[in-house]
């Protein structure tokens, strides 16, 4: 029974250790126009967590990254745009002003889709999470969306 217990206890501290993912990822897609859809890709960050933008210097933590798979259905129309509050601060750290999110993000990209066929759009997007004193490692998310 000794052991038991230690094991349990054991467990809850590695388990607080290592906390759970602290960004949450939702994907969706919503038309704006005749075969113009919107894709959206939703974090909701825990706090004191934060995620970074695309837009993060060279040298900075891993920028978020979003790769959206070949699809001869689909046009990419544009950057992926981010939606939220950005803020930028100069991290000692990395030596460069690093742009982040708390709170919620989405990333919106407007693609345009060739004729009337039903399809998916799929890809990954690549994050990395850190609050006042640690970062996780970065992670690849892949998600899948079905176009109407």
Aim: aromatic content about 10%; some cysteine; hydrophobic content about 40%.
């Amino acid at each position: 029974m000794k052991k038991f217990i230690i094991l349990v206890c054991s467990f809850w501290v590695t388990a607080a250790a290592f906390p759970q993912d602290p960004v949450h990822w939702t994907f969706s897609t919503m038309k704006n126009a005749e075969g113009r859809f919107e894709i959206r890709l939703a974090a909701t960050v825990d706090r004191p967590w934060h995620t970074y933008s695309q837009g993060t210097p060279e040298g900075g933590p891993l920028p978020t990254k979003i790769v959206f798979s070949k699809n001869p259905l689909i046009t990419l129309e544009g950057k992926t745009i981010e939606v939220g509050e950005l803020r930028t601060t100069h991290d000692e750290t990395f030596g460069v002003d690093v742009k982040f999110f708390t709170g919620n993000v989405e990333f919106v990209q407007v693609m345009k889709l060739k004729g009337k066929a039903k399809t998916k759009v799929t890809g990954t997007v690549e994050f990395m999470a850190c609050n006042d004193r640690q970062c996780l490692p970065p992670k690849t998310i892949p998600f899948t969306i079905q176009i109407p």
